[in-house]
Every structure is written in structure tokens, then in C-alpha cells.
């Protein structure tokens, strides 16, 4: 099952972009023989600041035909990583071939986006930078193929 972060803004150089680039190449590495990956990062960006609705529409544009369509927002359902990992493996065995992960620009995502969600994840009640999600979400994506795989990665 392919995997595609897509995200409002663009990510630059630095210690963010150094995170997620390693946790997605070690997703990647982990997740071959389980099926899993690649993971790729697809960026859009509203470069007129036409507010959700507009990221809205560029972020749905960015959307693999057919893809399971999972949201990142505060609404959405906390859970741990074993039950993360369970959730991957679910739609990967139910024959998926596509998964959307959605990051919202600073202000979310658009209410009709979030409605048309297969399903919705949150990180917490705390509000999280949407780059830094980024990594957070690329780390998650690492430790679920750790634990799919029975690797020492995680530990309970």
C-alpha cells in the first residue's frame, strides 16, 4: 500500500526536513516486506491565502485516485501506535492500494474535506506546528512497520 502525506505549505531545509526524510527512508526500508510503503511527501501550497476552502481544493487535487483519504485534526481519534499500526495493516489487507495522510494548513482543514474522510486521526488535545506534524506522522509510519514486523523499535 502506497502512502502519501499531503500537506499545505512547503517544507524547508533544515532539522524538520532532516527528521522526516530519515523516518520516511526507514519507513520505507521496514515496510517493503510488509507491504507497506513507499511513503512520499506531496506538498501544496495557496499562494494566494484564499484561506481552507482553497487549500481544500489544491489538497484534493493532490489526492491518489482511490485512495483511502485519512485526515490529521484535533476532532480526530486519539490512538495508540499498536492500534496505528492495526489500522495501517487493516486497509493494506483489505486490499488498498492508495492511503492519504492529510495535514491542514495553520487554520485546519476545510470542514467539507474533513467530512468526506475515511477516517480521522489526532496527536492530542495540544495543538502540534503542521511542519513538525509532519515528522511526528513520519516517525508513527515507522514505528507501525516496527511493530507489523516484531522489530525492537517499539517498546510497550
Same mark, same amino acid.
Given at each position: 500500500?502506497?502512502?502519501?502525506?499531503?500537506?499545505?505549505?512547503?517544507?524547508?531545509?533544515?532539522?524538520?526536513?532532516?527528521?522526516?526524510?530519515?523516518?520516511?527512508?526507514?519507513?520505507?526500508?521496514?515496510?517493503?516486506?510488509?507491504?507497506?510503503?513507499?511513503?512520499?511527501?506531496?506538498?501544496?501550497?495557496?499562494?494566494?491565502?484564499?484561506?481552507?476552502?482553497?487549500?481544500?481544493?489544491?489538497?484534493?487535487? +493532490?489526492?491518489?485516485?482511490?485512495?483511502?483519504?485519512?485526515?490529521?485534526?484535533?476532532?480526530?481519534?486519539?490512538?495508540?501506535?499498536?492500534?496505528?499500526?492495526?489500522?495501517?495493516?487493516?486497509?493494506?489487507?483489505?486490499?488498498?492500494?492508495?492511503?492519504?495522510?492529510?495535514?491542514?494548513?495553520?487554520?485546519?482543514?476545510?470542514?467539507?474535506?474533513?467530512?468526506? +474522510?475515511?477516517? /480521522?486521526?489526532?496527536?492530542?488535545?495540544?495543538?502540534?506546528?503542521?511542519?513538525?506534524?509532519?515528522?511526528?506522522?513520519?516517525?508513527?509510519?515507522?514505528?507501525?512497520?516496527?511493530?507489523? /514486523?516484531?522489530?525492537?523499535?517499539?517498546?510497550?
Amino acid at each position: 500500500m502506497r502512502i502519501s502525506i499531503v500537506a499545505v505549505g512547503r517544507l524547508r531545509a533544515g532539522p524538520e526536513k532532516t527528521l522526516l526524510d530519515d523516518y520516511l527512508t526507514r519507513f520505507d526500508r521496514t515496510g517493503r516486506a510488509l507491504g507497506l510503503g513507499p511513503a512520499k511527501v506531496i506538498e501544496v501550497e495557496d499562494k494566494k491565502n484564499a484561506g481552507m476552502g482553497a487549500e481544500a481544493a489544491l489538497l484534493r487535487k +493532490a489526492l491518489p485516485k482511490g485512495a483511502v483519504i485519512c485526515t490529521l485534526d484535533e476532532r480526530g481519534r486519539v490512538m495508540s501506535s499498536p492500534d496505528f499500526a492495526n489500522k495501517l495493516a487493516g486497509w493494506r489487507d483489505a486490499g488498498r492500494q492508495d492511503l492519504a495522510l492529510i495535514i491542514g494548513g495553520a487554520d485546519g482543514i476545510a470542514p467539507d474535506l474533513r467530512a468526506d +474522510a475515511d477516517f /480521522s486521526i489526532s496527536f492530542g488535545a495540544m495543538v502540534w506546528p503542521h511542519m513538525l506534524v509532519r515528522v511526528m506522522l513520519a516517525e508513527q509510519l515507522y514505528r507501525a512497520a516496527t511493530i507489523l /514486523s516484531g522489530g525492537p523499535y517499539h517498546r510497550v
